[in-house]
């Protein structure tokens, strides 16, 4: 089965900053590649589906990219609601697998 | 507005199987374009996918899990349900039910995700 790579676990970043999360997989999975946030006590939320595409609603200060194994997501200007765990998710077969998850907080 | 909702003992022994129901309203469980699926996350940890079931009955399930797991679907009562069988502490976890949408060909695309509020299921004796 493939597995998901989150890095890091976990960043502190100042409000402003540029952030960076990689997930990579441990086979090609073309662009099936979603990310959610997940705030503490709730419910995981889609932010980005097939790598790069921003759900509707979400802020344009998050953006995806990447294909095949690697894959990046990027909060353009760090804000404090944006204080969450982040996953990647795998899905373009079952069984979906989720990474391991980065814990962004606010230095 | 689709809502889905989980319900189920809260304390399961060891041992034991767990069971969890689903219930959605505002929506179909006999939707052909949805994999209503369970995933389970332990206190402070990462998200775990335990498995789906869709179109008329088919499933998949996480490797890790197979052996013990069961997931049905009641079309009549608009329910899904999860089994675990021969629960122990490191399946004590919150369960989440949830539908994901799918195209005509299989692939999720993000357009629809509904997930319950999360049950807390504890296994201890």
């Known amino acids: 089965d493939i597995q998901m790579t989150q890095s890091p676990s976990s960043l502190s970043a100042s409000v402003g900053d540029r952030v960076t999360i990689t997930c990579r997989a441990s086979?090609?999975?073309?662009?099936?590649l979603a990310w959610h946030q997940q705030k503490p006590g709730k419910v995981p939320k889609l932010l980005i589906s097939?790598?790069?595409t921003l759900q509707s609603g979400v802020p344009s200060r998050f953006s995806g990219s990447g294909s095949g194994t690697d894959f990046t997501l990027t909060i353009s200007s760090l804000q404090p609601e944006d204080v969450a765990t982040y996953y990647c998710?795998?899905?373009?077969?079952?069984?979906?697998?989720f990474g391991q998850g980065t814990k962004v907080e606010i230095k | 507005q689709v809502q889905l909702q989980e319900s189920g003992p809260g304390l399961v022994e060891p041992s034991q199987t767990l069971s969890l129901i689903c219930t959605v309203s505002g929506g179909s469980t006999s939707s052909g374009r949805y994999y209503w699926s369970w995933i389970r996350q332990p206190a402070g940890k990462g998200l775990e996918w335990i498995g789906r079931?869709?179109?008329?009955?088919?499933?998949n399930y996480n490797p890790s899990l197979k052996s013990r797991v069961t997931i049905s679907v009641d079309t009549s009562k608009n329910q899904f349900s999860l089994k675990l069988s021969s629960v122990t502490a490191a399946d004590t976890a919150v369960y989440y039910c949830?539908?994901?949408?799918?195209?005509?060909?299989?692939?999720?695309?993000?357009?629809?995700?509904?997930w319950g509020q999360g049950t807390l299921v504890t296994v201890s004796s």
């Open positions: 079931i869709y179109g008329s009955g088919s499933t």
């Open positions: 998710q795998k899905y373009d077969s079952a069984p979906w697998t």
């Open positions: 097939a790598a790069s």
């Open positions: 086979q090609g999975i073309s662009n099936y």
């Open positions: 949830a539908g994901f949408h799918h195209d005509s060909s299989g692939y999720y695309t993000g357009d629809f995700d509904y």
